[in-house]
């Protein structure tokens, strides 16, 4: 028979020497079809004596002769069969074949056609490593093999081969119908109880008709989802069973044969193989991704390690220049200097720490005035009590008489409960009061009678509480001035000056930038997470020149600019602008001009004045950002702008 068969737009040519031709999706058909709605086995077209038939197998969708659908005809050469959208135009028909040649071709043909096509799907499978991919080839190369509506693959939730125990434990792992799209909600559409069975008994299941099959009677899930064929084969594993493949086809009875079942164990066996070896090759997957997470964790444990050992270099390098001072000086932890002006501090320093007279430290703002309060404390007999701070210059009266000395309870507005003020607090150890030069008159005298009795009356009481207190104090103004100007009491200046630390500005101790910047950017560095930056001759060339008028705390704030903006090492473009250029302080002119011949008070004043303004200026009226621009309190500010009658 010589047939013409046109599907899709395309169209060839075939010659059947056999008797028989079938059509249908199936692999194992002569004619295998595309179109989803033509049945896995859909007709057969065969030789009776001279002429020719075609018969319909119990197709969903049926089969038509030229447009007309039949169950049986005769097909004349240029009639017309169409099975979906394939068509098959009989030309001519030969002199029928002797029946014995007949029979040994046909066999032959359908043995060769399921070899090749398991050849073809098991290639397929073995070529997917991927875990995920391997599944869904297995489920589609068995609905593929067997012509079947769908295909579900049900396996254990570990990734070994064991043997789950009931169908409970296993996993719908992959669920497909025949056009390849996911089946929804496949626990709801496949039989528990055929599973179960095939699990427990670890042997392959085929039913023609499984809602008349005997064996499956008095399962609800059978009944309930009305199944026609069905075949289900366990997959090997180490012990048993470690899942199945299960096929049905809810609209054709008999959908599946013998030969059907035979294929899909082989597929099943396959399958193991594969799935096996994908196994093997996650693992190996997982444990590459495992030693690249330890690989990167000990790359940044290094970069750590490396900025720990950069750090205790710098470290090192501080300490090998403080152990350069003269020898019997006591070290102070976290002052560092080895200038000449720092020696003779240190040198002043360890007589103070001896005593327990008040003390008086002096120096411009950012020097590091609390820093040598708190080694005063920390190197003498006081050590293990309080060392209480406070800015008395920050505060009011009224707040600061209560932060002092402390009231009781309903004394003001506000005071709910009774409050201990700081030189009870301190009882023991040391108050630090910074900025005392700003100090009221008044508070000045209430301090004077707590230095002279020890003695402290909290605010609202008329109890009188003893106390033991060393009182070092600090200002950046110079206090024997402001007693020549009346503004601070005489007697409490000798009170607090008994012993009296001059600390130089940075400017004085030019020698310390390199070591103090070392320092201060390795701790910032450490604070920050990051590598500290190399800082190269040049930058420290241009520290070693700038004037720093904010002293220590200003090259702090620059070294902390450097941590974050340079990569490596410190460039001239990373220094801020005022490093870099050489500016008078803003509002000022480039000399100090004398009012008067000798008149050197004058002048401070002035410039003192005109930097107030020009502050002001700036900050557009804003007193706190003036202050903070100036390195005062909001308060000294108020009082100097009193001072000068500047517009307040």
């Not at 008070?601 to 004045?609: I, N, T």
């Amino acid at each position: 028979m010589r047939w013409i068969l046109e599907e899709a737009g395309e169209r060839r040519e075939l010659t059947v020497t056999g008797r028989a031709l079938t059509v249908g999706r199936a692999p194992d058909n002569d004619v295998v079809a595309r179109d989803g709605r033509v049945s896995r086995h859909h007709s057969r077209i065969e030789r009776r004596g001279d002429g020719v038939r075609v018969l319909d197998l119990g197709s969903a969708n049926g089969t038509r002769l030229n447009g007309q659908q039949v169950r049986e005809a005769t097909v004349r050469p240029g009639d017309c069969v169409a099975v979906g959208e394939l068509l098959l135009t009989l030309e001519s028909v030969e002199a029928e074949p002797s029946e014995a040649f007949d029979t040994l071709s046909e066999g032959t043909r359908s043995e060769a056609r399921d070899l090749r096509a398991f050849v073809a799907l098991a290639s397929r499978m073995v070529a997917e490593t991927d875990l995920k991919g391997l599944l869904v080839q297995v489920v589609d190369c068995a609905v593929e093999l067997v012509g079947a509506e769908r295909g579900f693959l049900l396996l254990g939730p570990d990734r070994r081969e064991v043997r789950p125990s009931s169908s409970a434990e296993l996993e719908v792992r992959v669920a497909r119908s025949f056009d390849r799209s996911e089946v929804l909600a496949p626990r709801g559409h496949l039989s528990a109880g055929i599973v179960g069975r095939v699990l427990a008994d670890g042997g392959a299941l085929l039913s023609l008709d499984a809602g008349e099959d005997s064996r499956l009677g008095g399962m609800a899930s059978v009944e309930e989802l009305r199944l026609r064929s069905v075949l289900c084969v366990p997959v090997p594993g180490e012990t048993g069973p470690q899942g199945v493949l299960y096929l049905d086809n809810r609209l054709q009875r008999g959908a599946f044969e013998q030969r059907e079942l035979e294929l899909v164990e082989l597929l099943a066996v396959q399958a193991a193989v594969a799935l096996r070896n994908a196994r093997l090759v996650a693992a190996l997957r997982e444990q590459n991704q495992e030693l690249e997470v330890s690989r990167l964790a000990i790359q940044r444990l290094n970069e750590q390690l490396g900025r720990t050992v950069r750090d205790q270099e710098g470290q090192l390098a501080v300490t090998q220049a403080q152990l350069g001072r003269e020898r019997g000086r006591q070290e102070f932890a976290g002052i560092v200097g080895s200038s000449d002006a720092m020696r003779a501090v240190f040198d002043q320093l360890e007589r103070i720490v001896e005593t327990e007279l008040p003390v008086l430290v002096h120096g411009e703002s950012g020097t590091g005035k609390e820093l040598i309060a708190r080694a005063i404390h920390r190197a003498g007999a006081r050590r293990q009590r309080p060392f209480i701070t406070e800015n008395v210059g920050a505060l009011p009266d009224s707040l600061l008489e209560s932060e002092l000395f402390g009231h009781v309870k309903g004394a003001f507005t506000g005071a709910y409960k009774a409050k201990r003020g700081l030189l009870e607090q301190a009882d023991g150890g040391t108050l630090f009061l910074d900025e005392v030069g700003d100090m009221s008159p008044a508070m000045q005298k209430k301090l004077l009678r707590v230095l002279q009795e020890g003695e402290v009356r909290p605010v609202g009481s008329d109890e009188v509480r003893r106390v033991d207190v060393r009182v070092v104090a600090a200002s950046n103004r110079d206090l024997e001035e402001l007693v020549r100007d009346g503004v601070f009491r005489e007697d409490l200046f000798y009170r607090l000056a008994v012993l009296r630390v001059d600390l130089p500005p940075l400017r004085a101790r030019r020698d310390d930038i390199p070591l103090l910047a070392e320092t201060l950017l390795s701790r910032a560095a450490r604070e920050a997470g990051r590598a500290a930056p190399v800082l190269t001759h040049e930058v420290l060339a241009a520290l070693m020149r700038h004037s720093w008028p904010g002293n220590v705390r200003e090259l702090e704030n620059e070294m902390r600019r450097l941590v974050v903006l340079a990569e490596g090492g410190a460039r001239l473009a990373d220094l801020s602008a005022s490093v870099l250029e050489a500016r008078p302080i803003a509002g000022a002119s480039d000399e100090v001009q004398v009012l008067e011949a000798g008149d050197i008070k004058g002048a401070v004043a002035d410039l003192e004045r005109r930097s107030i303004e020009a502050a002001l200026e700036q900050a557009s009226g804003n007193k706190s950002q003036a202050a903070r621009s100036l390195g005062i309190s909001r308060f000294a500010l108020q009082r100097k702008l009193e001072k000068y009658g500047l517009s307040s």
